[in-house]
């Protein structure tokens, strides 16, 4: 047989060579390789050593090799996209595809029709990864179990499910229950359901802006998350549960001195309920009104907590000799947000540095040379 030729060289059959790197690289790596290559003059413990690390060098072989079942194997197990590039015969095998799917479910895009109405290939692919949902035949995507095994996996690939599940509600009970987040795509007509609702705001308390009016102004519901500790919950209840001082009081107990962000503006005026927001956090002064920043005792106790609370403190407050003093006293730092004229004295700055050297970075260039003396 005359020899076949490549590059212009003459090929040697491979059970001819006699040296081990006889054109193998060239053989092996080079794009274009002829496509009509004659199986004698293949390399193919080379190639099944190539397609086992790069599946998708199945692309670059010859015909011989695109249609050995074996090598067709071995590069699909590598990577599932490599079926692209086998033999049409191959590219149905049922025992390939699914090992294609498994490998890499993105390979379910160039699978037949056949194959992608197939439920058990399907299920083999999202259960890889569930956003390969989108490659399944419609019929499929309106599978609810299907979907709700796709989201098991990857809640998001509830956005290939047929819309038509989004109103069922059986189905969405179960995908609130593998991701609050699902209820996001829930029908309007859903958003009042008590049950789903619960279920969410048991894994978030932001589930509550997806919830109808109604539900947002319900007093129990809201109430039951904030009992758990949940005060977040009131960042999306109704105005009225904001207003609602037993729930806010109870939301700043259980849960958080920030709770008093969520509280109507008549509540932020409470003395008695910012007083207990800022002995749980000091940062809370942040949310009380104009009127109680400027309260000397809640802006000290507030210090007392947490000096960067002075920050939020009144600017009358923060140019009170006298209060500041108090608040360098409690920590040095806090000569941080006193007013520009209180950082440039030099006895206060001194009482500050002595409860904390750091303080010094505060002081007025003007009188810092002094401080370091």
Not at 143 to 161: G, S
Not at 182 to 188: R, Y
Not at 241 to 257: E, F, T
Not at 323 to 346: K, N, P, T, Y
């Amino acid at each position: 047989m005359p020899g076949q030729k490549y590059r212009g060289k003459v090929l040697v059959p491979y059970a001819l060579r006699t040296r081990g790197d006889d054109d193998r690289q060239e053989l092996v790596h080079s794009k274009g390789m002829p496509d009509d290559l004659a199986a004698d003059l293949v390399d193919w413990p080379m190639v099944q050593s190539l397609l086992s690390e790069k599946g998708c060098a199945l692309k670059e072989m010859p015909k011989v090799v695109r249609h050995d079942r074996a090598l067709v194997e071995t590069a699909v197990r590598q990577d599932g996209n490599a079926l692209m590039f086998a033999s049409p015969d191959l590219q149905n095998d049922r025992e390939l595809v699914e090992l294609a799917v498994q490998s890499n479910a993105e390979a379910l895009s160039f699978l037949s029709e056949e194959f992608r109405k197939n439920e058990e290939i399907v299920l083999k692919a999202v259960q890889n990864s569930g956003q390969s949902l989108r490659h399944a035949c419609p019929a499929l995507r309106a599978n609810a179990d299907l979907c709700l095994e796709a989201m098991r996996q990857d809640w998001e690939a509830i956005d290939h499910c047929d819309p038509s599940l989004y109103n069922d509600r059986d189905f969405m009970v179960m995908a609130v229950g593998i991701s609050w987040r699902t209820l996001s795509f829930a029908h309007p007509d859903l958003n009042g359901d008590r049950e789903l609702i619960e279920s969410a705001l048991k894994q978030s308390t932001l589930a509550l802006i997806h919830a109808s009016q109604e539900l947002r102004a319900d007093k129990a519901l809201v109430g039951a998350a904030v009992h758990r500790g949940d005060w977040q919950v009131m960042v999306n209840a109704d105005d009225s549960l904001k207003a609602d001082r037993d729930l806010v009081l109870a939301s700043i107990r259980k849960g958080s001195g920030f709770a008093l962000q969520n509280a109507s503006k008549e509540l932020q005026d409470d003395r008695d309920l910012v007083f207990e927001a800022l002995t749980k956090k000091g940062m809370a002064l942040e949310f009380a009104s104009e009127r109680l920043q400027d309260d000397e005792e809640l802006a000290l106790i507030s210090v007392k907590v947490n000096k960067d609370a002075l920050q939020f403190a009144s600017q009358r407050l923060r140019a009170d000799r006298d209060f500041v003093m108090q608040c360098v006293r409690i920590d040095g730092m806090a000569a941080e947000f006193a007013s520009a004229e209180l950082q440039a004295d030099l006895g206060l700055m001194q009482v500050a540095i002595v409860q904390d050297w750091r303080a010094v970075e505060f002081a007025a260039p003007e009188i810092r040379k002094a401080l370091l003396v």
